[in-house]
């Protein structure tokens, strides 16, 4: 169901050349989900899945053919579809290195009659992949320093185009105290800085660009110190074995 917010039929001043105009007309929109799950030894995951928003909402810009004027307002398209696999992987080398890759192979459609005085149809195959990285120098060595990396092709939000994005995460973790129990985690999140994409729009007359000169990066120091030799609760006793993760 939309929000109130959305709902109201006012109209917000963001500066001389845009606003956010309500949308009384709105709808609720109802998605369908499915996904088939296939295990294999127990730690390599494959899934199919299927999504689909029947008059989905979405907020997007729009330039008015009659007013020097930027719209944003939340609509209902006619629908949209993503169909895609997703693998999971795991893997190890020694104690050494320990990862894990992510592969999502998608393709998104969204399609609206109606965008205010235009309509669009946009569908794209995307890639979103994923590897995350954990080295050690000895067995029991208390530092242990990861990185990881990220990266979605060029995607699509309605009638816009969004463009490729990626990242590199690094952090050093240190493992220290009786029995380990202080841990002390330094993260550098988005190093270049690069997790934030370009939208584009050039469709039926509209001809729009937004690039947001965003700060993604950040830098984390994380201490966790616990208290009397406290263990995570041990779920061995949950059986598992429908979710073909236990015997």
Not at 98 to 114: E, F, G, P, V
Not at 157 to 173: E, N, T
Not at 211 to 217: F, H, S
């Amino acid at each position: 169901y939309p929000s109130y917010w959305e709902l109201h039929g006012g109209t917000s001043h963001i500066n001389d050349y845009s606003t956010i105009i309500g949308n009384p007309k709105l709808q609720p929109y109802i998605q369908y989900d499915a996904q088939f799950n296939y295990i294999l030894r127990q730690k390599y995951v494959a899934t199919l899945y299927f999504q689909y928003g029947d008059k989905a909402t979405v907020q997007l810009p729009y330039q008015s053919s009659d007013v020097l004027n930027l719209i944003y307002q939340t609509i209902n398209m006619n629908y949209e579809r993503v169909v895609g696999l997703n693998l999971h992987a795991p893997f190890n080398v020694w104690y050494i290195w320990n990862a894990t890759a992510t592969a999502n192979i998608m393709n998104r459609r969204a399609k609206a009659n109606h965008f205010h005085d235009i309509s669009f149809d946009n569908s794209k195959w995307i890639f979103y992949g994923s590897l995350t990285n954990s080295f050690k120098f000895s067995q029991n060595c208390p530092v242990s320093v990861s990185v990881d990396f990220s990266y979605i092709s060029p995607s699509l939000q309605g009638i816009a185009d969004l463009s490729a994005i990626w990242k590199i995460d690094a952090g050093v973790k240190w493992q220290f105290g009786k029995k380990r129990c202080c841990e002390l985690d330094l993260k550098a999140d988005d190093i270049f800085n690069k997790w934030s994409p370009t939208m584009t729009i050039s469709h039926a007359g509209q001809d729009y660009r937004m690039k947001v000169n965003d700060m993604t990066r950040n830098l984390k120091l994380t201490f966790i110190w616990r208290f009397n030799g406290f263990k995570p609760k041990d779920n061995s006793s949950v059986d598992t074995s429908r979710f073909g993760t236990g015997k």
